[in-house]
């Protein structure tokens, strides 16, 4: 069974405060990560994309990934009320016979819900 | 460009009917995907297409079925709804191995 695990949440922090969220994956063979953002009632939006170890940063925005510890996570600094969403974790889980066939069933985790107080 | 574009936005059936949710995208990418979103559940994958011509069974497959109708086209089509089928639809397109996937605005299907 392929799993991606997040912290339902919800998590608060303060307007300006340092946000982090956290996910966890179950196959050791994963090649790409990505964070969504989901504001209520509307379609995922992607945030951030990382392939390899260590830090990506993009604006307030930094993605880290650890792949012995199978482990990605996702901070957002100075944190702000619009920030308030949904935040979903994505990774391409991927067998070595789905590699060789071309078939990368993209696998969510339930999300981790941010709210951002004033 | 309007990127991936599903229809109806908006859906109510009755149990045992059937429909067929209509996705497309024009950005020429290679493999589409179908979820579904329930309150809590995250999204979880029903059905995919790695290439034109190929289709997998994701997660929850059951109840479902999907037609890869050219490289623009992938469909979902209950073929006789049940209240558990209610949910929020999403289809995405991702244009090569390991990139990032980019959604439809979403169909909300309630079935009574």
């Known amino acids: 069974q392929k799993e991606v695990e997040q912290n339902s949440g919800p998590l608060s922090v303060p307007e300006g405060a340092i946000a982090s969220l956290n996910c966890t994956y179950s196959d050791r063979g994963s090649q790409s990560f990505f964070w969504y953002r989901q504001y209520s009632g509307k379609s995922p939006e992607l945030i951030m994309s990382?392939?390899?170890?260590g830090d990506k940063e993009d604006g307030r925005f930094t993605a880290q990934l650890n792949k012995a510890s199978q482990y990605v996570s996702l901070l957002i600094r100075d944190s702000q009320p619009s920030d308030s969403a949904t935040y979903l974790c994505?990774?391409?889980?991927?067998?070595?016979?789905?590699?060789?066939?071309?078939?990368?069933?993209?696998?969510f985790g339930k999300g981790t819900r941010l709210s951002v107080i004033a | 460009n309007a990127g991936v574009t599903q229809t109806p936005k908006f859906q109510v059936l009755k149990t045992g009917q059937s429909m067929t949710l209509q996705c497309a995208q024009d950005m020429n990418h290679n493999s589409m995907y179908w979820y579904r979103q329930d309150p809590g559940m995250g999204l979880r994958l029903i059905y995919y297409s790695a290439s034109e011509g190929t289709t997998d069974k994701g997660e929850v497959p059951n109840g479902y079925n999907v037609s890869r109708l050219n490289k623009r086209e992938f469909s979902l089509r209950l073929e006789s709804a049940a209240p558990s089928q209610t949910s929020v639809y999403f289809c995405?397109?991702?244009?090569?191995?390991?990139?990032?996937?980019?959604f439809g605005q979403g169909t909300r299907l309630t079935v009574v």
């Open positions: 990382i392939y390899s170890n």
């Open positions: 995405a397109s991702v244009e090569v191995l390991y990139t990032e996937a980019f």
């Open positions: 994505a990774v391409n889980m991927i067998s070595a016979s789905e590699r060789n066939s071309g078939n990368t069933p993209l696998v």
